[in-house]
């Protein structure tokens, strides 16, 4: 790649259409690019390398790819900033053109889009933050998915929320509600050794890639980086399901399509479910300049194809209609609909004698059954004469049938909820104080309610791997399932564990009064056990080059780098000059991924100080002896 660089810049620079002030000009080189500007054409076939790269043969004539090699000069690599020259020269490169979406892992996105800044107050909005996006190729993945040990076991039920004390672990039990830090991805692949096939629901709301999210430093590739972050995830999610399992997948419409022709690919088309659409929205933007966008969507798929959803109980509209509707004087309706309602068989065609001789003739429209059919639901009661004998009545009850199937248009608002709802609850159980404002949009409970009534029974067990605010793991409580929670931000005490702390408390929000909540249950808190995260987290806080540096030394030290880092090239006054965020960015890049968190296989290694309750509890937690 690097020759093919050099190449294209000595070739433009011989040129002055496309160079000014000595400067090549990306631009302009772009649009006579995409012009097919014969001056550019004829200039890049000059090259053996640059005409093998871009050109192709086709019947006698060449053909330019004009695509790839817009990509090619829009790629970083090509007149790279001091960060990526930086990078070049220490060998932080890759190797390739492009962002792939072979089978490339993107591993880290810290921040999810409805929690835009970690949970900041007032005083800490705004501040710039470094995104840590790391890209690895199969070839660099050695120890990554290995199951990872676990430290800071806690136990919390009720005794240990009124005492402000968590209890010790020791022993992981299957009933069990478990909350994670640490890298979903990696955690994921931790759970799979213990969970597999045994996840009824999966729900997530995963960040929706609107430019305010993680992948801040993809600039043209972040909706590439987002598909392939997102298949690494629901790839082992999928591992994790049962066979009678579904996920939920909560998204707006920047992503959704892309995101089910994903999920089609990953789970089989064949088992696509529904997409919901719920009103997520209890007012229109009046200042939107096209359209007032006032909803999400929900794309369900189920672990295997012939999946039936539970039914949900009816409105009290609909309960008075079913069990009024024998006294209907319009004729022989059914859930509002006629028997023989527009769109069924027209030969349904016949006449019914009644009790007393009457001939009852069919609507307009034809019966909804065969003659056969209708009279033996006349012999079982199903269907009955009115009292004249002169018509029929279908006998159906809400309570014959346990309700109804859901609808795929979620625009109840009471029935749902709404996310600005959705936001003064959580303020308001978690704030100390009222000028508290917790940048945070959290689905609501009631929204949380419907997913499980209709994908899960008491007892199931729940799992949302970008748990935020912990929504889902407070209404699986609610609700008597059990959950399993991941998040990796350190707002993960601020707002998950606090919030399942009232729950236990018997807090009154969301719907513990429809449910008659009045407290219970308990969790087990844990983390992964960083090793290379540990200075990640370091250095997205070092304030200054001096603290930097000094953080560097301690990674030769103690930490793990990558094996193709030239350590020589920090002795340069280069890397001092740089801007404070490229030089974290440059450190980070240095870190062994596959390092992150301490692997199993060095549960009894003393190089990472393991207490022995932790080592115990991790041990529970694989099944393995002590």
């Excluded at 004249?388 to 346990?402: A, C, S």
Aim: aromatic share 10%.
């Amino acid at each position: 790649m690097q020759n093919l660089l050099d190449d294209l810049t000595e070739l433009l620079q011989a040129d002055q259409a496309f160079i000014s002030d000595g400067a090549i000009l990306k631009n302009v080189v772009i649009e006579a690019a995409l012009n097919m500007d014969a001056g550019l054409l004829a200039l890049l076939m000059q090259s053996p390398t640059i005409k093998a790269h871009f050109f192709t043969e086709v019947a006698g004539a060449l053909v330019f790819d004009k695509v790839r090699f817009q990509d090619f000069v829009s790629n970083k690599a090509f007149l790279p900033d001091s960060y990526t020259a930086f990078k070049n020269r220490i060998g932080l490169t890759d190797g390739k053109d492009y962002l792939s979406q072979s089978r490339d892992v993107v591993l880290v996105w810290p921040y999810k889009d409805c929690v835009l800044e970690g949970g900041m107050t007032k005083e800490d909005r705004g501040r710039i933050e470094v995104f840590w996006n790391t890209t690895l190729a199969p070839d660099d993945i050695t120890r990554l998915f290995e199951p990872k040990v676990m430290t800071g076991w806690e136990r919390w039920d009720s005794e240990a929320v009124a005492a402000g004390k968590a209890k010790p672990v020791g022993e992981v039990s299957e009933d069990d509600n478990l909350l994670i830090k640490g890298n979903n991805l990696l955690a994921l692949h931790s759970l799979k050794a213990r969970y597999a096939g045994k996840v009824k629901l999966i729900y997530i709301d995963p960040p929706y890639n609107t430019g305010n999210d993680g992948f801040r430093y993809n600039d043209r590739f972040n909706h590439s980086a987002w598909l392939t972050f997102m298949r690494n995830r629901l790839e082992v999610a999928k591992e994790l399901l049962s066979r009678d399992g579904t996920i939920f997948v909560n998204l707006d419409d920047g992503e959704a399509h892309y995101c089910k022709v994903l999920l089609d690919e990953v789970l089989g088309r064949e088992c696509f479910v529904a997409n919901v659409v719920w009103r997520s929205s209890d007012n229109s933007n009046n200042d939107a300049k096209r359209f007032s966008t006032d909803h999400n969507h929900i794309l369900v798929f189920s672990r295997t194809e012939g999946w039936l959803s539970n039914k949900l109980p009816g409105t009290e509209d609909q309960s008075k209609h079913f069990k009024n509707h024998d006294n209907d004087p319009r004729g022989p309706w059914f859930d509002g609909n006629p028997l023989g309602s527009p769109g069924y068989r027209a030969n349904l065609v016949y006449d019914i004698i009644g009790p007393h001789g009457d001939v009852i003739s069919p609507p307009k429209n034809g019966w909804r059954w065969s003659k056969a059919t209708l009279e033996q639901k006349m012999e079982t009661g199903e269907i009955r004469f009115t009292d004249d004998g002169k018509g029929i009545r279908r006998r159906t009850y809400l309570n014959e049938q346990k309700g109804l199937p859901p609808s795929s248009l979620w625009t109840d608002l009471q029935s749902t909820g709404h996310n600005r709802q959705a936001h003064f609850e959580i303020v308001k159980l978690l704030a100390e104080d009222g000028d508290q404002d917790y940048q945070v949009t959290p689905k609501p409970e009631k929204l949380i309610q419907r997913i499980l009534q209709i994908a899960t029974e008491e007892g199931d067990l729940v799992l949302d791997f970008f748990a935020g605010t912990g929504t889902t793991a407070a209404t699986a409580a609610k609700m008597r399932r059990h959950w399993l929670g991941v998040e990796q931000m350190d707002y993960v005490q601020d707002f998950p564990m606090s919030r399942l702390k009232k729950v236990i408390e018997g807090e009154q929000g969301g719907i513990s009064k429809s449910v008659e909540w009045q407290g219970g249950g308990s969790f087990v808190y844990a983390e992964l056990a960083a090793s290379n995260a540990a200075f990640a987290d370091r250095i997205r806080v070092a304030p200054d080059m001096a603290a930097l540096q000094s953080i560097y030394a301690d990674i030769q030290t103690t930490g793990y780098l990558r094996y193709d880092v030239d350590l020589s090239a920090f002795e340069a006054d280069d890397f001092a000059a740089l801007p404070l965020d490229d030089a974290k960015r440059v450190v980070m890049d240095c870190l062994d991924a596959n390092h992150l968190y301490v692997n199993l296989g060095s549960l009894g290694d003393t190089d990472f100080d393991i207490s022995d309750e932790d080592a115990r509890a991790t041990r529970s937690f694989y099944g393995l002896d002590a």
